[in-house]
């Protein structure tokens, strides 16, 4: 077993070349933002774009965060994305749970119509959408986002989770049926635990679609003071398409905190990711 | 957890609007809708000197959307004022839903505006819709630190081309990705400088072809500096920040643009404080420059705050405006007004606008532009191809003409290809 | 367990129901409801604002009959695919093949796992802004390519219409390869060590016990890929709206079904008179009923495997 994941010195060599030529790929353009949001003014990011800063110009940094107001942006970001997680793995690990283990008359007939949301795209009906938005009072709220955001990643998180769920076998559900175990219980005890893997999978596909989502904030948001970064970004490109290193250092504020909270949450992540992971 | 989330949104925004309210306790506040981010300091001012009694404009611009983000936010009736584009084709939208009405329903005094600026605020019914605030004008602009010549014929103008080429500078910069810039700004501009008057008001009633040789030479001449190599090399690649940083930086001399880039909100002077832009129409047979209403301010005739929005309408009108949008935004106000105008360049635009100006403009009439496929689309996407290289004047001309006649063009069998 | 006035049965029942509420409660009002009304949508002439005037088929008959919308649409969906081939090829290939080698005793595998990883979690606006200025003719990929005397000149890479929908894949692909990568590792990492080591018994070497071992369970992780990035490319037009806006220049060549539909919707940036919520709509359906038997048969081959 062993054998088959050891290597020796020289398929070592070659795969660190192969590992080291994507981490480039990777890096190169965040090193290319970093070197140019340093540079005094736009015209020496123009004429030499991999030459060193002169001189080094940390102020584009300050004078982004004062223009841009991120603190805001961050926080409503951050509300929103956590928010929606908790909601849509909540919601659709009950809702795959009953249609994958508990199956009645009309139960494929409601996956059916997750599927449906599966194929076509909110974005699509955003003009019934926004009647019901608006006639719930939820016009220009953080909370009418966040309903319509993880409304959005229902379909594929319940699908995800059905065929999940579907592998897991009946033994110990059976088992504690006899005890007496009702739904509640067995959806907390036996097939949460079994399906954190999905779950986690499904927090982390809501998290990065509601934290980069433009289109439904720009629709649902009006004031200023409820804008996610996404929004605020936009603002940010508008007064300062042309300015290329104040560009880049915006850009760079605005991911610095998401690779921080990454780094330091990465390692939960990947072995949440990776412990288990897909079942056969 | 999420009962925590949701009382920090709801703390979030009572804080707010305890804010917000504490600040404008005493004011009506208006919520005025607009692309023009130029306008902000202005605003600012008016707001800051309570030059309109009783009232506080706050200003949502969207340099972008702003036609998506009114239509939806006009759904929950929150615009009560807006920044209009001209064009009757532009207004017959909001007319049909409702959110916008004539000024004449307000009462305004109107006396101030001349036919021309008028022209582009009035909607099809023959009503006018707003009062226009700003006139624009399209040209060459350069940057004085690397071109200063004065040319006055095409002739010329391509001498200086090559002189400029030589010295490794790009002669004329354009941007070929965004649509609206291809036909409002550069296509437009070309008429003004090389077809003419005549012919663009043929091609309106339909008595003129895009087809005819004054057009097809026009872009043949055009397209020939792209041969020449006296354009950016890949303009397809280029935005229209991208052709404003270069001529910026003086490392391309000119482009057509509008005189809006010469306003001080204008981002070049962030990039070269001390830059100096010229201008002047295409030398073309016509020599003329492309004026327009750009803007008119129109309003929601639901707001809750119809007397405010009244006060703000009135303001638009006085010459107090006009000479505050001169000194302060430093661009050419539609108002006949006297204004005070020690800029040289405001003045010189509004000389250029009032005596040389394209008098008919196929970009704004209806029947170019209200129809499928438009005017404006066939133009942008024929222009684009001609930048390409996938198409020769003649087949842009052709594109254009053809693209008409199926849209049912009131000179279709004249000009059946 | 006192549950003297309710049987198993019936507190299994209402259990169920209250489990199946709160999700079939959030999708029905916030996602399903809508798009029923879709179909209602589609018949009318709308430009967003206003009232609607009722066309019946007109919507669907305009854009499959008239030439200009007609062009436009099949341009649109051709590229799509194409689109979606480039990004679904890289991952299945270039992802798979950088899961197996960090599934290896790889030195450093756990750094490497972060630093693939590190782009996906970053908004997509931002990372259109910053690949958009990296290709620009004079941003910095084109300068170190003229230095080094890779090229004579500037490649446009987003202002030619031969490269600019790949390379609009291969921002995708950069973002999202992390997660290809992630999903496929988790697979590998869960094959059973029992049936590698009776394959290893079997005197297979390596190659081969991965060949006939690893690579047919990863079956389900290459489906789940395919499905969401299906979803998600046939859906969404983020990259192509904030960098070449709702025309999708050069020459519509990165024109893909959602920037044709918003264009639709919202009106291009050319002429924004000319909008249309209703055309809009009968695209949407349209699109949906290409993609769907594709996603119905991914649905089906995956439930079938339990």
């Not at chain 2, 010329?156 to 910069?173: N, R, S, T, W, Y």
Request: charged share 15%; glycine share 6%; with cysteine.
């Amino acid at each position: 077993m062993d054998k088959i994941f050891k290597l020796n010195k020289r398929e070592q060599m070659v795969v660190q070349l192969i590992m080291l030529a994507w981490v480039v790929v990777v890096l190169v353009p965040f090193g290319a933002a970093v070197l140019n949001a340093l540079k005094p003014n736009v015209g020496q990011v123009f004429r030499e774009p991999f030459g060193l800063p002169d001189p080094v110009t940390w102020s584009n940094f300050a004078k982004a965060w004062v223009n841009a107001n991120f603190a805001q942006y961050f926080l409503n970001s951050a509300i929103i994305s956590i928010s929606s997680v908790i909601l849509v793995t909540f919601c659709a690990s009950t809702t795959a749970f009953v249609l994958a283990r508990m199956p009645f008359r009309g139960s494929t007939f409601i996956f059916m119509l997750f599927l449906v949301g599966v194929i076509i795209p909110i974005r699509l009906a955003l003009a019934p959408l926004f009647d019901i938005v608006r006639g719930l009072g939820l016009l220009d709220t953080l909370l009418g986002v966040i309903l319509v955001q993880s409304a959005s990643m229902m379909p594929v998180a319940v699908f995800i989770l059905v065929s999940f769920m579907k592998n897991i076998s009946t033994e110990l559900e059976e088992a504690a049926k006899m005890d007496g175990a009702l739904p509640f219980t067995i959806y907390r005890r036996i097939i949460f635990p079994l399906v954190r893997p999905a779950i986690a999978t499904i927090a982390l596909l809501t998290f990065v679609q509601a934290w980069n989502e433009y289109f439904l904030p720009l629709i649902f948001l009006q004031s200023e003071s409820n804008y996610p970064l996404t929004l605020g970004l936009q603002r940010f490109n508008q007064q300062f398409a042309i300015q290329w290193h104040m560009m880049f250092a915006g850009i760079l504020i605005m991911m610095g905190p998401t690779i921080i909270a990454f780094m330091l949450a990465s390692k939960q992540f990947i072995a949440g990711l990776t412990q288990g992971g897909v079942k056969e | 957890m999420k009962l925590i989330k949701q009382s920090l949104a709801l703390a979030t925004a009572a804080a707010t609007l305890a804010t917000s309210q504490l600040a404008f306790a005493e004011n009506t506040v208006v919520e005025l809708y607009t692309w023009r981010v130029q306008d902000e300091a202005l605003f600012d001012y008016i707001n800051e000197k309570n030059l309109i009694p009783g009232v506080q404009v706050n200003l949502n611009v969207y340099t972008e959307d702003i036609e998506s983000k009114l239509r939806i936010d006009m759904q929950t009736n929150r615009p009560d004022l807006y920044h209009a584009k001209a064009g009757s084709a532009w207004m017959q939208p909001w007319i049909d839903a409702g959110v916008a009405a004539p000024v004449a329903d307000l009462g305004l005094d109107m006396s101030a505006f001349g036919d021309a600026a008028l022209a582009g605020a009035t909607g099809s019914d023959g009503e006018v819709y707003g009062v226009p605030f700003v006139m624009q004008m399209e040209s060459i602009l350069y940057n004085k630190a690397v071109f200063d010549g004065a040319p006055t014929t095409l002739d010329e103008l391509e001498a200086a081309f090559a002189e400029l080429k030589d010295q490794g500078i790009v002669p004329m910069h354009v941007d070929g990705r965004d649509g609206w810039y291809l036909n409002q700004v550069l296509h437009e501009t070309i008429l003004a400088g090389m077809t003419g008057d005549d012919w663009a008001q043929q091609v309106v009633t339909g008595e003129a072809c895009f087809t005819d040789d004054l057009y097809v030479d026009a872009m043949e001449r055009f397209k020939s500096w792209q041969d020449e190599g006296y354009l950016n090399p890949n303009p397809l690649a280029d935005d229209y920040g991208a052709m404003r940083t270069g001529v910026a930086l003086g490392t391309s001399a000119m482009m057509i643009d509008g005189i809006w880039s010469a306003t001080p909100a204008s981002p070049m002077y962030q990039i070269d404080p001390s830059l100096e832009l010229g201008f002047m129409a295409i030398p073309g047979n016509a020599n003329k420059v492309y004026g327009f209403t750009d803007a008119h301010l129109a309003y929601n005739p639901n707001s809750d705050d119809i007397d405010a929005v009244k006060k703000v309408m009135e303001f638009y009108t006085t010459p107090m405006f006009a000479q505050l949008f001169a000194d302060m935004v430093e661009a050419v106000p539609a108002s006949n007004h006297p204004v005070d105008v020690n800029n040289e360049r405001v003045q010189a635009a509004a000389e250029m606008i009032s005596s040389n100006s394209l008098a008919a403009q196929p970009f704004f009439h209806d029947a170019l532009i209200s129809v499928d496929p438009g005017y404006r689309p066939l133009v942008s996407e024929g222009m684009q191809q001609l930048l390409a290289g996938e198409i020769t004047a003649r087949e842009l001309a052709e594109h254009i003409q053809s693209g008409l006649n199926d849209a049912g063009y009131i000179g279709a069998d004249r000009c059946a290809l | 367990m006192p549950r003297s006035w309710l049987s198993y049965t019936a507190l299994e029942k209402i259990q169920r129901t209250l489990l199946l509420t709160p999700g079939v409660l959030l999708y029905g009002i916030f996602n399903f409801i809508p798009l029923m009304a879709l179909f209602s949508l589609s018949l009318v002439k709308w430009p967003g604002i206003g009232p609607k005037e009722f066309v019946g088929f007109d919507n669907f008959a305009k854009v499959l009959t008239q030439d200009y919308y007609r062009d436009q649409m099949l341009n649109a969906l051709v590229q799509n695919v194409i689109f979606f081939v480039v990004i679904i090829g890289s991952f299945l290939i270039i992802g798979t093949a950088l899961a197996l080698l960090l599934s290896f005793k790889t030195w450093g595998r756990k750094t490497y796992q972060v630093l693939f990883f590190l782009p996906y979690p970053m908004a997509g606006a931002a990372v259109a802004y910053l690949l958009d200025l990296f290709v620009h003719p004079r941003g910095p990929l084109n300068a170190f390519l003229v230095q080094t005397g890779l090229v004579d000149s500037a490649i446009p890479f987003l202002g030619d219409q031969d490269t600019a929908l790949i390379t609009m894949a291969m921002f995708y692909t950069w973002h999202r390869m992390g997660f290809a990568i992630m999903l496929i590792l988790s697979g590998i990492l869960a094959v059973r060590s029992d049936l590698l080591e009776a394959s290893m018994l079997d005197g297979a070497n390596r190659w081969q016990s991965i060949r006939n071992v690893v690579l047919p369970v990863l079956g389900p992780a290459f489906v789940l890929i395919t499905v969401i990035v299906m979803v998600d490319v046939f859906n969404n037009a983020d990259y192509v709206l904030l960098i070449m806006g709702p025309e999708a220049g050069p020459l519509r060549s990165t024109d893909i079904m959602g920037t044709f539909l918003f264009r639709t919707a919202f009106g291009g940036n050319a002429d924004t008179t000319d909008t249309n919520f209703g055309m809009a709509a009968a695209i949407g359906l349209m699109t949906a009923l290409l993609i769907l038997p594709a996603a119905i048969f991914l649905a089906l081959k995956n439930l079938r495997s339990s």
